[in-house]
């Protein structure tokens, strides 16, 4: 069974630095994209950028690029989604997804909060 | 940038009727669109890729037409649990843009 399982719910201050992980199980971790999508408090969804465990090839929505930072450990078939200083506009729910045509398999999602 | 607009954004349904939901890109995206379905605390569920291909374990009542700039998601008859938002996604060219949603509420 296929299985994305994301790190719990993170409460940080702003300006503080923040790495979420998401694990695949259940499949070849290094033959599919995983994706970043991001939904704000009430809002829709917003994708964010998207990693290729198998050579770490990386793409960024321009929304997004430079302001958060994809990366993936093969090894233990884990992605993560980093910030290196949180504003109070990140505060949002953030999904890992595994993209096949389409977004099959998504983690249960990680509530970031920030606030001071 | 392709920009991927969903109409109506709010779709007023009775329970057992038709639902279409209309996804335009500003660009051609050939057949490259997913549809996803979310509910209230739930992570997105995925209903339809390649714009006609239903997901594993997706009811008939759910089907997707179109290609290039113009895509449709029809609910034939709605049923109590299809009350959600609904969003079209293109992805084509490294890029994975989601549209607004639409959401389907009760009459």
């Known amino acids: 069974e296929v299985q994305l399982v994301q790190s719990g719910a993170e409460v940080k201050k702003p300006g503080e630095s923040l790495k979420i992980s998401c694990k695949g199980s259940g499949y070849t971790f290094t033959n599919y994209w995983i994706g970043w999508v991001r939904q704000m408090p009430g809002q829709g969804l917003e994708w964010m950028g998207i990693i290729y465990p198998g050579d770490s090839d990386t793409r960024y929505s321009p929304s997004f690029q430079g302001q958060v930072t994809i990366s993936a450990d093969k090894s233990i078939s884990t992605a993560y989604l980093q910030w290196s200083s949180l504003k109070a506009s990140d505060t949002a729910i953030y999904y890992c997804?595994?993209?096949?045509?389409?977004?099959?398999?998504w983690g249960q999602g990680t509530l970031v909060t920030v606030s001071s | 940038e392709i920009v991927m607009t969903q109409s109506p954004a709010t779709l007023s349904v009775s329970p057992g009727e038709r639902a279409t939901l209309s996804c335009r890109a500003s660009?051609?995206?050939?057949?490259?669109l997913a549809w996803y379905q979310q509910k209230p605390g739930q992570a997105p569920r995925l209903l339809i890729y390649g714009a006609s291909t239903r997901a594993t374990g997706i009811p008939a009542r759910f089907s997707g037409s179109g290609s290039g700039t113009e895509f449709t998601l029809t609910i034939s008859s709605l049923q109590s649990e299809d009350f959600a938002v609904y969003y079209c996604?293109?992805?084509?060219?490294?890029?994975?843009?989601f549209g607004q949603g639409t959401k389907v509420e009760i009459k």
């Open positions: 996604q293109r992805y084509t060219d490294w890029l994975w843009t």
């Open positions: 997804a595994r993209h096949g045509g389409g977004f099959h398999y």
């Open positions: 660009q051609s995206v050939g057949s490259n």
